[in-house]
Every structure is written in structure tokens, then in C-alpha cells.
């Protein structure tokens, strides 16, 4: 090693990194950075690989710069940025001893070098455990800003974020979840965790994004997204699910944690079940079922994803809404197939909806949202019954405005508002008997549908009573549609209180962060005496207390903590006099004797108060008052005899 960056290296405050090209000092590196380095690594190159040519990478608080000559070493076109001047010394020593490297570093804050970055000119940025400083100083909000900035200038980010949990000063001031911070940008996934020197938390990595997905070995453009699985359902899944589209992809990301506590556990459960079906049916589909091929999943404690390839067509929700001209007959017919397929195999979607159906330009139609499907032969809402939900799906089809109702599906079970021959074969439907009605009889009754006689051949009284049943439900669920959401919260809770469902949704929701919490405050007390107990921290004592006594300065003033070290020096040498009664006495009679004693003990008083009682401060007073008043006679002699002035002058000499 040269002697230049031998001494760089040596007045550094922390030899934090690895230093790059230099084995020997790897033991004196407070972080190890060859396993995220790999991972790092894997990253560069697959977003190298989908455009074709080395990388422009900004990397952000680069300390020792590592990672900048590692990732040139890669063929990248590096800037490391970093506040210490000290680092960036080290840094530019060690690039000139790499020339090879396209490396060059600069003095700056993230916040400015954010600021003024401008799209296209980064195709990497990297963020390694630096923005929670940046969230301790200007809080959450703002590096939200600051980080979908820095998104929308590069092509991906990769991110260390530290925890909430950890026991240092910066800790109160970051959100519960890190990927609060990312709230804003159109992709974000947890890679990796990783320990580091300050305690035995372990931080996680990320990859954002704005443009595109990177999930295991999957890396494509993302062309659109959305957080509901339609344009109307806003706040569906309370957020906790994200839909990427791609030329030839699409995927499903779920959040099993919110940290506002939206999500309940009946629902997270409900999202986890939900994705390990959907992996489970993808991976081996009915016979003859066509689905589309699952081409990559996972599933860890804080999420799940899967991603398919992607069938062609759009929501038949959409379809409805914008076309009249649809051939309901295939729509049905096309279902119905499927339908009996997956029940020939034992399987039921149970949420079939407008919006779990895709139609192409070729009016053909295709189930989707596989994880639906399952062994329960029910659905997840009302009317809970499968045929009863498959007759309401037939009324929307013939009724689009329909399936723009919030509350609930349309009361719309029967067929009697249904035109020729749908009527007729729904009708026939319905005269099974209930226990025996299948989607294979519902097919093939449809088949035959023209031959079927007419209901006016068939109906009774019954049927006329469930069909004015019916009318006057959906002019009710019309009318409550188009009250204002506050009215119909109250019409709901049936008074003008909270609604019991939400308090009980509160109460599990409070019940649950207190279990939290009490785990988190385990955790932190045993982190903690980890910290206190580890060699860092005994070695970094000095440099805290030096930070301290600085900040303290800049706060106070020298005049003010020039006295409170004052009282310090002053208070060691009381408690030092305090263990030796021999040296106290003789003070004590030597300040008796030079008359300033009072003048000590209030000195004394000031700098122990808490040594004297109130009722023992009010005694040593009254004697202080009446020493004073008898000092002050004697030495006015003239009204003193002129023995006692004799004897008293003698006490005094001998004294």
C-alpha cells in the first residue's frame, strides 16, 4: 500500500468499508461488503444485460467508495458522492491507484445532490444505510419526496434501509416500516438482509423502481400498474396488493404487514391463502383448462408474488360498460365450460365477477384471478351460494350499469328481467332441485336453451311474487347507492355512533400493536445490552463523547459550560473532602476562622441541593440569622462588659 492512502486510511474517525484492493485491512472494516456486493452485483448486471451497455451508477453516501470501484470493476461508470471530506480523500487515493476504474467521487450532501438531479442522468442510484440520517433530520416526508425524485432520474435504486428498532439515536425518528419511504415509487422488493456493526438487526435491502420489475432472475419494463384490480375499486384490499403489466407478463405483489393497520388478520390470512392457491393451481392446471404459465413465485413473512404471462383482452367489466354489442351467449358459454371443467376436478371459483373475467378483440373469454379458485363450494360474499352468484353475474350482463353498484351485488337473483331464450334456460335452471344443480347441468340445459319452453308455460304466483320481491329490493339498493357515503355509513350502523364492525376492527387493530410493541420493547432491551456490550461501542466511546461535548458547545455557549465544569471540578473535590473527616474538619475550621464559611456553605447549598431537606434548610437559616445578629454584637463591644470583651478577645487570640 502506498504511504499516501496508508495515512488516508489512519485518520479516518471509522474504517466503515471494506478498503478496495486492500486484503490487509479487511479485519479493521467495521462492515464486511462482500455479500452485499454479490448481491449488488446480480442487480447491475441484469439491468446491464436489458439495456445493453455498462451502467451510469450514483452511489450516495459512499464512505471508503467500495461499491463504486467494485461495480466499475463491473464496467460502470461511477460518481460517489459523500459528505466526509476524509472519505473522499480515500476514495480519490484509491481510484488513482486504480486508474483502470471509471470512478470519481465529490464532496456533497444527498439532499443537494438529489435536488438538482435531472432524468437520464444515472441509470443506478445506491443508498446504503445513509437515508435514515436523512429521515432523522428532515423527517419522513420529505425523503419520501426526495427518494421518488431519485426514482424518476434513474432507471432502479438499491436501497439499505435501517429499522425503527435499533437501539441508536436516529431510531424514534423512522417510520414503522421502511417501505413507508417508498410509499411513492412504482415498485419496490426486499432482496436481501443484512447484519451490521451497530446491533443484531438485521437491515433490509431493496430494489425501486419506477420502470421496472426485478423479482428473483425476472427483470422487465413495467408498462403500466395499479394498487386495485380495477379502476373503481379504490382502497380494495386496503392497498395491500400491486398489479404490474408488461409486454409479455403480469404480477401479482401482496403486502402481508401494513403498518396503519388497515389490513385485519382474517384478511391477511385471506391474502395468503389466496396466493398459495393461485401458485398451486398455475403450477398444475385442470386438463384442458387453459391458464397461463406461472413463470416465477415466492412467498416470505412481510410479502408474496407470482408473475404469469399475460393473456391478452380486458376486464369484461370494462367491456360492458363501454360495448352493447357483446355476444352474451359465448360469454356464457365460454364460463360455463370452464366452470364445469374445474368442477369435473373438484374446484370452485368463488368470486366470479365481471372484473375476474378477461375478453380479447376475438370475444373470447378467460377466468382469471386464480387464486379464487379452491375445494369450497361457496362464495366469499353474498349470496355466498355459487348459483346464486351465477345468476346475478347473468343479470349484470344484460344490466351493465349494474355492476357499478358499491353495496354488496345487485339484488338481482331471478330471471324474469331477461331477455328470450337466457330467461327461459335460467328459469328451467332454477326448477332443479337445489341439491342436485351442478355447472355441468346449468351447460347443458343452456345447450338446449332454444327448445326450452317458455316461462309463461311454467309460472305461478311464486314466481310473480319473487319477481315484485326483487323489483322493490333494487329500487331500495338504488336509492342507497346514490346517498351521500355519510348517510349510508349511518343508515348501516343504524344510529349516529361509530358502527360496531369498526369498533371491533379498532379494538384488534390496538390489541395487535400492543402485542407488537411489547415484542419490540423485548427485542430492544435485548439489542441493546448487545450494543453496550459489543467492542464497537466500547471503542467509540471517546469519539461520542467528544460529538457530545461539541454539540453541547454550539447549544450553551462557552460561558455557560465553562461553569458547569466548574461545578464539576467543584463537586469532585466536595465528595473527594466528604471521604476524609480529618481534612473536612480543619477546612471547615479554617473557613471559620477567615470568615467564609457562610459564603462556602451557600456555595456548597447551590452545588448539593438536594442534600438539605426543606425543613432542615428553614433551621440552618434561623441558626445562620442568629450567628449573624450575635457576630454582629460582638463586635460592637461597646455595650459588652469589660470582662466578657476580655475573655472573648483572649478566645479569639487563641484561636
Known sequence: MSKNVQQLVAELPEVYQTIYGHPEWAQAAARDCYDRIDTLGAIYDQLAAKLSR???????????????????????TVKGVDFQE????????????????????????????????????YDL??????????????????TQR???????????????????GEPLYWGPSQPEDPRELLRDCTFFHEIARFNTHLSAIYRPLYVVSHHWLF???????????????????????????????????FCKVINFKLTDGSLLEAENQRNQAELRRECAFLSAPPSGFIAPALLGHDISDSEGWLITERLEGELLRDRLLSEDSLDKARIIGDLLEQLTLLEQAGLYHDDLRSWNVLINQKSEVRLIDYGSIGGEKTDCVWPYDLFQSWSIFVNELFNPPATKLDLLRPFALSPFNMPEPFRCWLFAAWR????????????????????????????????FWVAAMESGLQQLQLHIHHLPSESVSLLLSGDHGTPIEDLLRRTEM????????????????DRLAAVLSSRSWRLMVPYRYVGLQYHLLRQHGVKSRARHAAKRLLRACYAQIHQCPALKSWIINTLHKSGYYLQARQLFQRLFPLFYSIEERMKQAT?????????????????????????????KNKG
Open 54 to 76: 455498462p451502467l451510469r451508477v450514483l452511489d450516495l453516501g459512499c464512505a471508503q467508495g467500495f461499491f463504486c470501484l467494485s461495480l466499475a470493476e463491473r464496467g460502470a
Open 86 to 121: 476524509k472519505n473522499i480523500a480515500v476514495c480519490r487515493a484509491l481510484a488513482a491507484e486504480n486508474p483502470h476504474l471509471d470512478a470519481s467521487f465529490a464532496i456533497g450532501r444527498i439532499e443537494e445532490v438529489i435536488d438538482v438531479l435531472e432524468p437520464g442522468q
Open 125 to 142: 442510484g445506491i443508498g446504503l444505510s445513509v437515508f435514515h440520517h436523512i429521515v432523522h433530520l428532515h423527517g419522513v416526508e420529505r
Open 146 to 164: 426526495w427518494l421518488a425524485h431519485l426514482a424518476s432520474c434513474t432507471e432502479a435504486m438499491i436501497l439499505e434501509l435501517a429499522l425503527r
Open 215 to 249: 423479482l428473483d432472475w425476472h427483470c422487465d419494463v413495467i408498462e403500466h400498474w395499479r394498487d386495485a384490480p380495477y379502476t373503481e375499486a379504490k382502497g380494495a384490499h386496503h392497498g395491500s396488493r400491486r398489479y404490474y403489466f408488461g409486454k409479455n407478463y
Open 432 to 463: 332443479q332441485p337445489a341439491q342436485t344443480l351442478t355447472f355441468a347441468k346449468l351447460q347443458a340445459l343452456f345447450m338446449k336453451r332454444e327448445q326450452l319452453p317458455t316461462c309463461a308455460e311454467n309460472e305461478t304466483g311464486m314466481e
Open 510 to 525: 390496538l390489541e395487535q400493536q400492543m402485542a407488537e410493541q411489547l415484542e419490540r420493547h423485548r427485542d430492544s432491551e
Open 623 to 651: 441558626y445562620d440569622a442568629q450567628r449573624a445578629r450575635l457576630l454582629a454584637q460582638l463586635n460592637e463591644m461597646d455595650s459588652v462588659p469589660e470582662e466578657v470583651r476580655n475573655i472573648y478577645q483572649q478566645l
